[in-house]
């Protein structure tokens, strides 16, 4: 009796450290679109993981996939706070399907790292960022009044799915391929590949370069970080400005959350722009829907780059400046205007054409509109 007594605790205590393993929360993110989804980053709010497990143990955190138990990769994302805000899922869930996952009590195995942004102090204040299909960077307070400055956003090609920024700044070669990409994209006094400016008397009002940084979050899925301008003046009007910037793994397009803040009047227009280039081959879109985009003429043996942008809604108007294509819309003082905006490059084999990536932009706007849904429950 006593021997049997012993086994059955050994089998009850195997018994429940194996249901532990396998985890008692779930995970459902439906795709209620007509449209697959390939390698979407999804935000699970933690405030829902914790109603269900307010104990979990973020040091030991798996996320498999309930079919095949195979691992799904994972941040905490905590946009800049001390408390996790939402649990940052990758995965790929077909037109119309739905996708079970389980968060397992044990220890991960290390997150490959698909994005990564960093301010860049032996460069003249670059802030520099990049996922595993492209990057791009911001000039600081230190390269104005330099013949160097640019206002606009510049874009790094790259054909790898590894990190280059920091070997980049290393080598202090990155105008020239290596093999995995280069910097040849031109921005001087522009917004260079979807910035946004006032647009006030018909033209442009640059407010300098960005003299503080804050990162909120930093990969492996997803980097996050705010650029802050102080005041200046545009047409008689003190503007201030902090950009907020997301990247996810996967994506050629940055989410932009721009808040401008000014006096005298509570909306200012604003102009969403793309340097353009002397080449006569140059094809563009411009979606009454708010979708611009531009793709370059090619530049020689670098290749071609396109850039595009997605806005919140119908923009005012449409500009071809000589040097420029604005798209025109106005935003409230105060509050945050988001829009989509990225590149791709022709070498890096994925979208080659201008079909291709005016489609992507297209179909990145359905996704916007028709997103993921989640839902959070007990196993």
Excluded: C
Aim: charged letters at 20%; zero cysteines; proline letters at 4%.
């Amino acid at each position: 009796m006593k021997r049997f007594l012993i086994l059955f605790l050994v089998f009850a205590y195997g018994l429940y450290f194996d249901v532990a393993a396998q985890g008692t929360v779930k995970i459902t993110v439906a795709n209620k679109s007509d449209i697959s989804r390939k390698d979407a980053v999804v935000e699970v709010p933690w405030a829902d993981i914790l109603k269900v497990s307010p104990n979990i143990d973020t040091a030991n955190l798996l996320v498999i996939q309930a079919l095949n138990k195979q691992a799904v990769a994972h941040q905490l994302e905590y946009k800049g706070s001390k408390n996790v805000q939402h649990l940052l899922l990758q995965l790929s869930v077909p037109a119309g399907k739905t996708v079970t996952l389980l968060i397992k009590n044990a220890k991960p195995s290390p997150e490959i790292v698909k994005t990564f942004a960093r301010f860049v102090p032996e460069r003249k204040d670059d802030f520099a960022w990049e996922n595993d299909k492209i990057a791009f960077r911001m000039y600081g307070k230190a390269l104005e009044n330099t013949k160097e400055n640019a206002h606009g956003i510049d874009v790094w090609a790259k054909r790898t799915t590894k990190m280059v920024i920091n070997e980049r700044y290393k080598l202090d070669k990155y105008h020239i391929d290596n093999g995995d990409g280069l910097d040849y994209y031109h921005v001087g006094k522009t917004l260079g590949a979807g910035n946004i400016a006032p647009y006030i008397a018909d033209s442009v009002w640059y407010l300098g370069n960005y003299t503080s940084y804050k990162v909120l979050d930093n990969g492996p899925l997803r980097s996050t970080f705010q650029l802050i301008y102080p005041t200046a003046n545009a047409d008689g009007l003190k503007i201030s400005a902090v950009k907020t910037i997301t990247l996810d793994a996967g994506s050629q397009l940055n989410k932009i959350s721009q808040i401008y803040s000014f006096d005298k009047q509570t909306e200012i227009p604003v102009a969403i722009g793309f340097i353009l280039r002397n080449e006569p081959d140059k094809i563009s879109l411009t979606d009454p829907n708010g979708i611009v985009a531009y793709w370059e003429p090619a530049h020689g043996e670098d290749g071609i780059i396109g850039v595009g942008a997605i806005l919140p809604n119908k923009p005012k108007k449409y500009v071809w400046q000589k040097k420029q294509l604005l798209a025109v819309s106005a935003v409230n003082n105060g509050q945050p205007f988001i829009y989509y905006a990225g590149a791709a490059w022709n070498k890096a084999g994925e979208i080659t054409s201008s079909e291709q990536w005016f489609e992507y932009l297209k179909t990145y706007k359905k996704y916007l509109a028709a997103p993921l849904t989640v839902k959070v429950s007990k196993k």
